[in-house]
């Protein structure tokens, strides 16, 4: 069966620190990636998706991310990390069309920023 | 701002209760979803309408019953639930089922707790 696993469960970072964040799939087929966000008390929202092209995607908020197909990994990535990044990140896979085209989705990883 | 909305955003109710909870999209989106999230847990999966038919059902106890009255409008009903079933029930909708690659719109979700 489909997988993904999302590296960390817990990761805190000073601000201006950079931060990657890591997943891997296990699905040796067409997949289209992506990473969501949860911001405490709010909504889940698509942060980027890659579904083909360049492998580097950039998202909203200054975050991108490296589909490396070779690794079946989607890592996500920003430079300089903000205390308002603080959120819990979900990266899913829809491994198509074996998932029945539903996502998969990783366990999540907390990030806090200290101030 | 999310443009899924949910009421009610909290909900307590007795295990012999019979309560709903409603979702609502007016982004002309086909397919719609409900998932279920524990406390830092990814989402999920447990029903989806594509074309206001039951598309997904993941193997959900009976003592849930969705409904999709037309194509902007989900329903969950809920009857004799157990106190396990607390948890933070969030409805999404997408473009159409698995398609434009999975991307999801999420709502705010409605928090129960059952007693």
């Known amino acids: 069966a489909q997988s993904v696993s999302q590296h960390n469960h817990h990761v805190i970072l000073s601000e201006a620190a950079s931060l990657e964040l890591g997943c891997n799939y296990s699905?040796?087929?067409?997949?289209?990636l992506f990473w969501y966000v949860q911001y405490p008390g709010q909504h889940l929202q698509l942060l980027l998706k890659?579904?083909?092209?360049d492998p580097l995607v950039k998202g909203i908020k200054g975050f991108e991310a490296e589909f490396i197909k070779s690794k079946f990994s989607f890592n996500l990535r920003k430079p300089s990390v903000q205390w308002s990044d603080t959120a819990e990140y979900f990266c899913?896979?829809?491994?198509?069309?074996?998932?029945?085209?539903?996502?998969?989705w990783g366990a999540g990883t907390k990030l806090i920023i200290k101030p | 701002d999310t443009e899924v909305t949910q009421t009610p955003k909290h909900l307590v109710m007795g295990m012999t209760n019979k309560k709903s909870l409603k979702c609502e999209q007016h982004?002309?989106?086909?397919?719609m979803y409900w998932y279920k999230q524990k406390a830092k847990k990814p989402p999920e999966l447990m029903f989806v309408?594509?074309?206001?038919?039951?598309?997904i059902n993941e193997s959900v106890p009976s003592r849930f019953s969705p409904e999709c009255p037309n194509s902007s409008l989900l329903n969950l009903h809920l009857h004799a639930l157990q106190p396990e079933d607390s948890a933070l029930y969030l409805c999404?909708?997408?473009?159409?089922?698995?398609?434009?690659?999975?991307?999801?719109?999420f709502g705010e979700g409605s928090r129960l707790t059952v007693l």
């Open positions: 899913a896979v829809n491994a198509l069309p074996d998932s029945n085209y539903q996502l998969i």
């Open positions: 982004m002309g989106h086909r397919a």
């Open positions: 699905y040796g087929g067409t997949v289209n």
């Open positions: 890659y579904f083909s092209g």
């Open positions: 999404a909708s997408s473009q159409v089922s698995g398609g434009a690659g999975g991307e999801l719109f």
């Open positions: 309408y594509s074309y206001e038919k039951l598309s």
